[in-house]
């Protein structure tokens, strides 16, 4: 079974029963219903057409639903409209499908989550994890959105910010390596660039490109984490950063600073530098402090303290973590690096042992598992 096509045929054959006239929430139960179908059936017998079969067993699975709820049984004409099996137009409605999602009567929260759970193929638990949530509220927030727009038409498209904040959602889960998403959220992103201009679309363009040029130097051989200051900077995608760099300095040039193009200038310092020890850690703070005024965001203000930790010192550093909520993911992952750069080997080694505990990913918690065995091993010399 071909899950990554799957995958890829979602957002499609959504979008399509939506256009014809089905609710997005009982939409998106039709299409679950056909890719469970798909899964038990497909592999004694492939269809010839993938995704035309899948809008076939969708539609039919939503006109099934519509007869048995008795205020939708208006819907039964719509059964003359059943899409014929064959081949369908192969037209990409994912992007377009992201503006619809993100309809008015949702708040941007709310629409971000709705569309990485329904277009994005994310699980409620990853999206929990990018909103640094409990699993239970995002589950809450997903089904509250769901009921909203249960019955509402979709013909009042969502606005450009909401769209962005689920694409750069999508891109990281995928960058981090549990659900291979960045390219898709790459591609859908180049494709709103060329159709607005907007210089917040160039910055998250950017901003991914930057990201995802150092992709193949992310991981060693083992799977293991490498992480940036020890990475093989040869195996960087040049083109790649070149292209970043290039929109990222023409959405500069406009005067309209966002968010997105404030991070796309921090990972371009970051390509810039030939090595590690080079890096312009005085002006990536800076940048910092322009996200911050921006975001207010505390996970910037993280990200914050470990540059003014290589900028100022370590001391400085836990200065301003200690401002921080110790509760924060990745808190205590930061506060030993620091603590290491300190020279406090017992108080790094402890730490990393237990933010290995509070890692999401199995990756993360294998590194910092053998951070904190190295450093035990150093003090035992």
């Known amino acids: 079974m071909d899950e990554v096509l799957?995958?890829?045929?979602?957002?499609?054959?959504?979008?399509i029963l939506v256009r014809r006239g089905a609710d997005f929430a009982a939409a998106e139960d039709a299409v679950q219903d056909a890719l469970v179908e798909a899964v038990r059936v497909?592999?004694?017998?492939?269809?010839?057409?993938?995704?035309?079969?899948?809008?076939?067993?969708?539609w039919r699975r939503f006109l099934d639903g519509a007869r048995a709820d008795a205020a939708r049984r208006r819907r039964e004409d719509l059964v003359d409209e059943?899409?014929?099996?064959?081949?369908?137009?192969?037209?990409?409605?994912?992007?377009?499908?992201?503006?619809?999602?993100?309809?008015?009567?949702?708040?941007?929260?709310?629409?971000?989550?709705?569309?990485?759970?329904?277009?994005?193929?994310?699980?409620t638990r990853q999206i929990a994890q990018a909103y640094l949530v409990p699993e239970a509220t995002m589950a809450q927030r997903i089904s509250r959105a769901k009921r909203t727009v249960s019955g509402v038409r979709f013909d009042q498209p969502g606005d450009v910010a909401t769209v962005l904040r689920v694409l750069y959602l999508v891109f990281n889960e995928g960058y981090s390596g549990d659900v291979d998403l960045a390219a898709e959220a790459i591609r859908l992103t180049r494709q709103l660039a060329a159709a607005i201009d907007h210089p917040e679309v160039a910055g998250l363009l950017a901003l991914m490109l930057l990201h995802h040029a150092r992709r193949a130097a992310r991981t060693a051989p083992d799977g293991s984490l490498v992480p940036l200051a020890e990475q093989d900077r040869s195996l960087w995608d040049?083109?790649?950063?070149?292209?970043?760099?290039?929109?990222?300095?023409?959405?500069?040039?406009?005067?309209?600073?966002?968010?997105?193009?404030?991070?796309?200038?921090?990972?371009?310092?970051?390509?810039?530098?030939?090595?590690?020890?080079?890096?312009?850690?005085?002006q990536i703070v800076e940048w910092y402090d322009e996200l911050t005024r921006l975001t207010d965001s505390p996970v910037v203000r993280l990200n914050r303290a470990v540059a003014v930790g290589e900028a100022d010192g370590p001391r400085a550093g836990l200065a301003a973590l200690a401002a921080l909520d110790d509760t924060l993911p990745r808190h205590t992952a930061v506060a030993a690096y620091l603590h290491e750069r300190d020279g406090d080997l017992s108080t790094a080694s402890r730490l990393y042992a237990e933010a290995a505990r509070k890692a999401p990913h199995l990756a993360e918690r294998d590194h910092l598992t053998r951070q904190a065995a190295r450093l035990n091993a150093r003090r035992s010399r």
Do not use: M, N
């Open 6 to 15: 799957l995958r890829s045929l979602t957002p499609s054959v959504l979008a």
């Open 42 to 58: 497909w592999p004694a017998e492939p269809p010839r057409d993938p995704k035309g079969w899948l809008v076939t067993v969708a």
């Open 82 to 123: 059943e899409p014929a099996p064959g081949p369908t137009p192969a037209v990409d409605d994912t992007l377009q499908l992201y503006f619809l999602c993100a309809h008015p009567s949702l708040t941007p929260s709310s629409a971000v989550a709705l569309t990485l759970r329904a277009v994005g193929g994310l699980t």
């Open 238 to 282: 040049t083109k790649a950063i070149a292209e970043g760099v290039e929109i990222l300095q023409a959405a500069l040039a406009r005067d309209r600073l966002g968010e997105f193009q404030a991070q796309a200038a921090i990972a371009a310092l970051h390509a810039d530098a030939p090595t590690a020890e080079e890096t312009d850690w005085v």
